[in-house]
């Protein structure tokens, strides 16, 4: 089982940042994946980012692209993702999630039903 746990979720006007972070105690290392998912009231969750880490390749949502980056800390058995130019369509929950599968599509990378792990989340909310 792996634990995860975000923080850095907030309140910010239009045009601002925000980084999340989410620790991952006791990192496993067979972890391959990681990635950040949103949800808002009434709709799927969708994802937003996510680092395939055998190689470091990140892969980033249309509606997030030149926004929002993805990063990873294995020494500190921490991910991030760094948001700047905030809209308000972007206040969702924000989640972490991981996966320790080989297998499977790159396609897959975004769609919640690839990974087996999942934090609590973290509100972000954006106002206009």
């Known amino acids: 089982q792996v634990r995860l746990v975000e923080s850095g979720g907030g309140s910010v006007q239009a045009g601002g940042s925000l980084r999340l972070s989410c620790a991952a105690p006791g990192y496993s290392y067979s972890i391959n994946l990681l990635g950040w998912f949103r949800q808002s009231p009434g709709k799927e969750r969708e994802g937003v980012a996510a680092?395939?880490?055998?190689?470091?390749?990140?892969y980033h949502a249309d509606s997030v692209k030149g926004r929002v980056t993805i990063s990873q800390d294995h020494a500190k058995n921490t991910l991030y993702l760094q948001m700047n130019n905030l809209k308000p369509e972007d206040t969702a929950i924000y989640y972490c999630?991981?996966?320790?599968?080989?297998?499977?599509?790159?396609?897959?990378?975004?769609?919640?039903?690839?990974?087996?792990?999942w934090g609590q989340g973290t509100q972000v909310t954006v106002s206009s």
């Open positions: 999630a991981a996966d320790s599968r080989v297998d499977g599509s790159i396609y897959e990378f975004l769609t919640p039903r690839r990974y087996s792990f």
């Open positions: 680092i395939w880490l055998r190689n470091g390749t990140t």
